[in-house]
């Protein structure tokens, strides 16, 4: 398909109102928005942001989950020459506080409640002491709890509004979203996107993926992440594609949203694909419109999605919100157990070496190594996170992703897992993941969560914790003598614990550091 000419966010959402008119762009809560539509709402939201001082450069923040008014924002931000900060809906009142004195932000969008965040009440207590330090000078506010704040409506216009003249909007280098990603510092670290990384990379994904205008593409991520707004979004509306949103992940719902809008793609991770194939409303044919789309993890999540949940060109991706959500992303026509395998080639335009980890030297094709990255890549952290920036990027442009992998023959890239995830064993180092997908090719085992505890003779030993599936009984002896037909002796776990449940994050995503500490205490007892 051939690209959109646009090199700036802001002449994109014009191009393609002009190119799909009519066409859907995005479906919401029963609303379907064309492209002419979104693009008229957001030139109304970025007049009265203007209005309000917002120029080129200017930070806005958005504290909203996936819904229309999410892209009314960000793309009247844009429009405006602002540049968006995306701030997580999770927060609570002290993240948003953080959040809030390092990004600048000069105006914040927000809801005014989610789930148990009461937003409008924390930022009423914060208000004043960024009203003193003449930092944030608006907040709007979006919802029936808005008393004592603008209202979201205030910056929508119903009349027609032209384009902004020329000179006052962004340019392609300019950033365009701050995301928040969190890693090994004990606060997040501020990424900043540009807008033609964002078209042109999202361009590229959506292509890995066959995308056609005729696609309607089902996002329950947040937005608010790369894989929402740098990724989906981006590969969406790119391709003409129409952005299905679910405002906060439930599977019976997401079933429902696939079967009724004839979804053809969608966006999802391990844990989101087992809640919906797992869900008691789940039958093939509901999900039978799928396609293709995006996910990550080990082969048993790429063939689950493919074969269970019907998405049968899936797509296995490897990045980060550093490499603009996505760097490796496998072609939707390549054989499925190819897919399953790797994590694809690298993208137009981005380049993959691996690294020893102790010389820096490159490794040949086949060989273990850290993973850097170059090409679509930020250009540096800012804010607090500015002076990471040193460590995170080499001299020579390759961003350091602290992955483990190796290139294959073809050029695709193997993940093998986080240098900090990685566990040395008699000085071999082994990947918890690699231990969690033999674990997870049992029958009867739902979840499996792999760590490393010490010990003094072999450094560390492997601890596995398994939850069986509903109706089943595992026994550690059994799972054992599994490990040991497909595994190599030494990945085989020393120690196995079937529990009820594994501490993980709200997305599903394991929480490794409170495993390891349950490990920890477990093997400490067994050893009294």
């Given at each position: 398909?051939?690209?959109?000419?646009?090199?700036?966010?802001?002449?994109l959402?014009?191009?393609?109102?002009?190119?799909?008119?009519?066409?859907?762009?995005?479906?919401?809560?029963?609303?379907?928005?064309?492209y002419?539509?979104?693009?008229?709402?957001?030139?109304?939201?970025?007049?009265?942001?203007?209005?309000?001082?917002?120029?080129?450069?200017?930070?806005?923040?958005?504290?909203?989950n996936?819904?229309?008014?999410?892209?009314?924002?960000?793309?009247?931000?844009?429009?405006?020459?602002?540049?968006?900060?995306?701030?997580?809906?999770?927060?609570t009142?002290?993240?948003?506080?953080?959040?809030?004195?390092?990004?600048?932000?000069?105006?914040?969008?927000?809801?005014?409640r989610?789930?148990?965040?009461?937003?409008?009440?924390?930022?009423?207590?914060?208000?004043p002491?960024?009203?003193?330090?003449?930092?944030?000078?608006?907040?709007?506010?979006?919802?029936?709890?808005?008393?004592?704040?603008?209202?979201?409506?205030?910056?929508?216009?119903?009349?027609?509004?032209?384009?902004?003249?020329?000179?006052e909007?962004?340019?392609?280098?300019?950033?365009a979203?701050?995301?928040?990603?969190?890693?090994?510092?004990?606060?997040?670290k501020?990424?900043?996107?540009?807008?033609?990384?964002?078209?042109?990379?999202?361009?590229?994904?959506?292509e890995?993926?066959g995308?056609?205008?005729?696609?309607?593409v089902?996002?329950?991520?947040?937005?608010?992440?790369?894989?929402g707004?740098?990724n989906?979004m981006?590969?969406?509306?790119?391709?003409?594609?129409?952005?299905v949103?679910?405002r906060?992940?439930?599977?019976?719902?997401?079933?429902?949203?696939?079967?009724?809008?004839?979804?053809?793609?969608?966006?999802?991770?391990?844990?989101?694909t087992?809640?919906?194939?797992?869900?008691?409303?789940?039958?093939?044919?509901?999900?039978?419109?799928?396609?293709?789309?995006?996910?990550?993890?080990?082969?048993?999540?790429?063939?689950?999605?493919?074969?269970?949940?019907?998405?049968?060109?899936?797509?296995?991706?490897?990045?980060?919100?550093?490499?603009?959500?996505?760097?490796?992303?496998?072609?939707?026509?390549?054989p499925?157990?190819?897919?399953?395998a790797?994590q694809g080639?690298?993208?137009?335009?981005?380049?993959?070496?691996?690294?020893?980890?102790?010389?820096?030297?490159?490794?040949?094709?086949?060989e273990e190594?850290?993973?850097?990255?170059?090409?679509?890549?930020?250009r540096?952290?800012?804010?607090?996170?500015?002076?990471?920036?040193?460590?995170?990027l080499?001299?020579?442009?390759?961003?350091?992703?602290?992955?483990?992998?190796?290139?294959?023959?073809?050029?695709?890239?193997?993940?093998?897992?986080?240098?900090?995830e990685?566990?040395?064993?008699?000085?071999?180092?082994?990947?918890?993941?690699?231990?969690?997908d033999?674990?997870?090719?049992?029958?009867?085992?739902?979840?499996?969560?792999?760590?490393?505890?010490?010990?003094?003779?072999?450094?560390?030993?492997?601890?596995?914790?398994?939850?069986?599936?509903?109706?089943t009984?595992?026994?550690p002896?059994?799972?054992?003598?599994h490990?040991?037909?497909?595994a190599?002796?030494?990945?085989?776990?020393?120690f196995?614990?079937v529990?009820?449940?594994?501490?993980?994050?709200?997305?599903g995503?394991?929480?490794?550091?409170?495993?390891?500490?349950?490990?920890?205490?477990?093997?400490?007892?067994?050893?009294?």
């Amino acid at each position: 398909m051939k690209a959109p000419y646009s090199r700036t966010l802001a002449n994109l959402v014009f191009e393609q109102a002009e190119r799909y008119g009519a066409r859907p762009a995005v479906i919401c809560d029963g609303r379907v928005i064309s492209y002419a539509e979104l693009a008229q709402r957001a030139a109304g939201v970025a007049a009265s942001l203007r209005d309000r001082g917002i120029a080129r450069g200017a930070r806005v923040g958005l504290l909203l989950n996936n819904r229309l008014e999410w892209l009314e924002a960000f793309f009247g931000t844009v429009i405006a020459g602002g540049v968006v900060v995306a701030f997580s809906t999770w927060s609570t009142r002290d993240e948003l506080g953080w959040l809030l004195r390092d990004s600048a932000v000069q105006m914040l969008i927000t809801l005014d409640r989610f789930g148990d965040n009461d937003f409008t009440a924390a930022l009423r207590g914060l208000a004043p002491e960024f009203a003193a330090e003449n930092r944030l000078r608006e907040i709007v506010v979006l919802g029936n709890e808005a008393a004592g704040f603008p209202r979201f409506e205030s910056l929508q216009s119903a009349s027609l509004v032209p384009r902004p003249p020329p000179g006052e909007g962004p340019s392609a280098a300019d950033d365009a979203i701050i995301i928040y990603t969190s890693g090994s510092s004990s606060r997040p670290k501020s990424v900043p996107l540009s807008h033609f990384g964002i078209i042109e990379n999202g361009f590229n994904i959506g292509e890995r993926q066959g995308y056609q205008p005729s696609d309607r593409v089902l996002l329950a991520p947040p937005l608010f992440w790369s894989y929402g707004s740098a990724n989906a979004m981006s590969a969406a509306l790119t391709h003409g594609a129409a952005l299905v949103l679910q405002r906060r992940f439930e599977p019976g719902e997401a079933i429902d949203l696939i079967e009724r809008h004839g979804c053809t793609a969608l966006y999802t991770l391990p844990a989101i694909t087992s809640a919906m194939i797992s869900h008691p409303d789940f039958r093939p044919e509901r999900t039978r419109s799928l396609r293709t789309g995006l996910t990550i993890g080990a082969p048993q999540d790429i063939l689950a999605a493919a074969q269970v949940l019907g998405a049968s060109e899936i797509c296995n991706v490897y990045g980060q919100t550093e490499s603009y959500g996505n760097c490796c992303v496998t072609p939707h026509d390549w054989p499925l157990e190819r897919r399953a395998a790797c994590q694809g080639p690298p993208l137009p335009g981005v380049e993959i070496r691996i690294v020893d980890a102790a010389s820096g030297a490159a490794q040949p094709r086949g060989e273990e190594g850290l993973i850097e990255v170059r090409g679509y890549v930020m250009r540096g952290y800012v804010g607090s996170s500015a002076e990471q920036t040193a460590t995170a990027l080499t001299a020579d442009g390759f961003f350091r992703t602290g992955d483990m992998g190796r290139l294959l023959p073809d050029g695709a890239i193997s993940f093998s897992g986080r240098v900090s995830e990685m566990i040395k064993k008699s000085g071999i180092n082994i990947s918890p993941a690699e231990v969690e997908d033999v674990l997870m090719r049992h029958a009867m085992v739902a979840l499996a969560g792999v760590v490393g505890v010490p010990d003094p003779r072999q450094g560390e030993l492997l601890t596995a914790f398994v939850v069986p599936k509903p109706g089943t009984t595992l026994r550690p002896d059994e799972l054992a003598a599994h490990c040991r037909t497909l595994a190599s002796r030494y990945k085989v776990p020393d120690f196995i614990e079937v529990c009820d449940s594994l501490p993980v994050t709200v997305t599903g995503k394991l929480m490794r550091r409170e495993l390891k500490q349950i490990a920890i205490s477990l093997t400490r007892d067994l050893a009294r």
